[in-house]
């Protein structure tokens, strides 16, 4: 049975731009084939057991002939495979998807098409350019500046110019200066305004602006380079007004988020919204230990403990995974009062209709310890890791309070791009990298190798744990005034507005 494809437009660069139907198209792929002008951010929603083709570069990093692509889709496609065929920007619009897709309805095979966000639209609109304006301009003219090697655009100069629209190029950089000499030559006013969006849409973006007849001279100072967009037209002049992604706090930053992959959402997303370019390495994962006959026992008596102590979102999903395979639900819990280490934890609860009924001031083990040693009279009952901190049972058998202890879940330190990894730490890649629990600190360490040079970036940490095994591997830290994803956001912020 042959299979589908599904030509998918990327957008521009931001994840946050690609369409809902893209991402699901995505999620539901067996093969992804994919352009070099897709995102690393956009390729990292790619599912994990899906099979990648980089369609962009090969050996020599020639692109691949579309001739070669459209035979790809085709093989692919005629075994069965759920083809996802991801392009930048929108597919239809200078993308050569129109032809693929003629490709697939020739040999009768099943495709879709999903729009993508044009950059055409968009990096002008990152870049704070609206290519209509009611006081500028009535239409856009959308045009490709791509020409052979040696040879000039073949573009009707004169038309353009009497639209008296806003003119965007895209593909255009190496004719930048052609396009400008056409544009004159045709009658533009050489002080029309014009830019050059660079990487749009991007946290590294950089807009160079300038009247027509010297763009050419300041884009060459500025030294913008493929891929960036042309625009010609009076809306360039309300650039500099409302550019307002350039202005955004961590504009420019690179950050490496360490957190499990599925954690590193919200962090990820908040940073991205505050302009950094986020590159997510899960540096940990955690595994269920199975079976768990120690939990076991102790949910099959839980009228023996007071309290029930947890220390991570992860010993919850232990904790209710166990619970239901035994048959039972929340009603077996009776009496038995609930403590957290922090807000997170306590979301995992919540989501599961609990509710936490101690958290600490100070979201650590050793504070946990100190605040379950007050409040306990009773026994208390720990699900947690394999490697939990000894500061809260330390502070527990001070206080004369009885307690089990159960391992539940273990930490797993590996990832694939270790190397890749430290290639881009020791070339200064990252301004910035995160850690959300010492576990995390351990993982990245042992990922990149005890050696690697770690001055290059500084660490953002949860809690003084986590900062205190970051500064046993020389690692300069800064601390996040709470124990929370929020106050880690903020403190990255803060630290940029110092500089």
Known sequence: ???????????????????????????????????RLVSPAVLEMIPAAARRIDVGKEAGRHPVPQAQINEILLEEAQAGHRVVRLKGGDPFVFGRGGEEL????????????????????????????????????????????????G???????????????????????????????????????????????????????????????????????????????IVVGGVCSLADELCWFERLPLHGKRALVTRPKARAGTLSDRLRDLGAEVAEFPCI????????????????????????????????EAFWQCLRGLGRDARALGDVKLAVIGPATGEALEARG?????????????????????????????????????????????????????????????????????????????????????STVRGFVSAVGRDADFSKFVGLCIGAQTAGEAEKHHISVKISEKATIDALVELAADEEKRK
């Not at 230990?289 to 991570?312: K, N, R």
């Open 1 to 35: 049975m042959a299979g589908k494809v599904t030509l998918v437009g990327a957008g521009p660069g931001d994840p946050g731009l690609l369409t809902v139907k893209g991402r699901q198209a995505l999620e539901r792929a067996e093969v992804v084939i994919y352009d």
């Open 354 to 438: 609990l509710t936490a009924d101690l958290i600490p001031d100070v979201y650590d083990a050793a504070r946990m310890g100190e605040a379950l040693a007050k409040a306990a009279v009773g026994k208390v009952l720990l699900l947690r890791a394999e490697e939990g901190s000894p500061a809260l049972t330390d502070a527990l058998a001070a206080a004369g309070v009885a307690y089990d202890d159960i391992p539940v879940y273990r930490t797993i330190y590996d990832n694939p791009r270790s190397a890749q990894l430290r290639e881009e730490l020791e070339a200064g890649r990252f301004d910035f990298v995160t850690f959300t629990s010492a």
């Open 151 to 229: 040879s000039i655009p073949d573009i009707d100069f004169e038309a353009l110019v009497r639209t008296r629209g806003t003119l965007v190029f895209l593909m255009g950089v190496t004719a930048l200066s052609a396009i400008v000499r056409g544009l004159l030559s045709a009658g533009m006013d050489p002080d029309t305004p014009a830019a050059m969006v660079e990487r749009g849409t991007l946290p590294g973006q950089r807009r160079c602006s300038a009247a027509l007849r010297a763009l050419p001279e300041r884009a060459a100072a500025m030294g913008i380079c493929s891929p960036a967009l």
């Open 102 to 149: 003629e490709t697939l309805a020739r040999a009768g095979l099943d495709f879709e098409e999903v729009p993508g966000v044009t950059s055409a639209v968009a990096a002008a609109a990152y870049g704070g350019i609206p290519v209509t304006h009611r006081d500028y301009a009535s239409s856009l003219h959308i045009v490709t500046g791509h020409a052979r090697e």
């Open 285 to 316: 994962r955690t595994e269920a230990v199975s079976p768990c006959t120690a939990m076991e026992a102790a949910l099959g008596q839980l009228a023996e403990y007071e309290w029930l102590g947890f220390t991570s979102a992860a010993g919850v």
